[in-house]
């Protein structure tokens, strides 16, 4: 009895697809893992990359069409779907504000990772006298950059810093066009509110509470848990601030899909300046805009809508600024 051996080109086939279902299967295991951060911290790692794995989710698809194979490409699609539901909102979560009515303010906040050993001040300087901020936040402010910042003591003479007496390149300072207020830490904040500023802007519709953050980098398991533990720390601010306006700025370490920061927003009530406008990824800088990662924030409480959102241009560092115009509204009679 003869056998004929299986065609050569119906082979080739059959293993293309099998190689696709295995793409799909490990392209569903990342996309699985991005709601599974809660369960370890290297878990968590996987969501902040929602936008570069939705495009390598579009290039599968792409392949998996084009090879002919309905099964994968039925299962690229389901994971293309979800994987966009998480990041639309960045792009149609919200609508740019009204202008200011009477009685309302309107503030321009930037906020910048400098890098502590960052060698071009100069860029920094320049951007910051192109956006023009009413409210700087500065991150990484080491000691280097004491004698940096003085050229913007005119425009800026009301300031905080926060230095950290065994991370001296681990400060942060906030500059104000604006008197500022130092407030009171939380009792019992202890380490989780290292690496932070808090203080009161005045506006002519009155204080707004500050929150200026630099959250730990998740590089380990410890610093992943302390990093949300210091997202944690925002809400007994929140829960002091009360009914006052108050924002939130600085690199949080974390992305929109990140367990700490969802888990921020879902108990703060806070809401991301960057919603409606944008990926508008910050780090790394260097990179295509749609393989940057949105990690440095400019979050919102009641009262205060953003007519705009946006990152700034480099600065010599790892992170792009961000930059929000904000508009606070007058306080009800």
Known sequence: ??????????????????????????????????????????????????????????????????????????????????????VAPLWIGARPADAPAPGDAAIRVMSANVLAINGHADRFLAEVGRVDPDVLVVVEFSTLWDRVIEPLSRDYPFRIIERPADQPEAGVAVFSKTPLTRSPRPAGAGAVALRSALCDIQTSAGPVSLIALHAMAPVSSRASRLRDAQLAFVNSIVREAGASPLILAGDCNATPWSHGYRALVHDSGLRNARLGFGLCGSWRGAFPSMLRIPIDHVLVGDRIGVRMFETGRGIGSDHLPVIADLVIKAKPR
């Open 1 to 86: 009895m003869t056998t004929h051996a299986e065609p050569q080109p119906r082979r080739r086939n059959t293993a293309i697809r099998r190689l696709l279902l295995t793409a799909c299967a490990f392209e569903a295991m990342l996309v699985l893992a991005g709601f599974l951060g809660a369960a370890h911290p290297l878990i968590d790692l996987v969501s902040h990359f929602q936008v570069p794995l939705l495009l390598g989710g579009v290039v599968l698809l792409a392949a998996c069409v084009i090879a002919g194979s309905r099964a994968a490409s039925g299962i690229a699609l389901a994971l293309c779907l979800v994987t966009a539901a998480r």
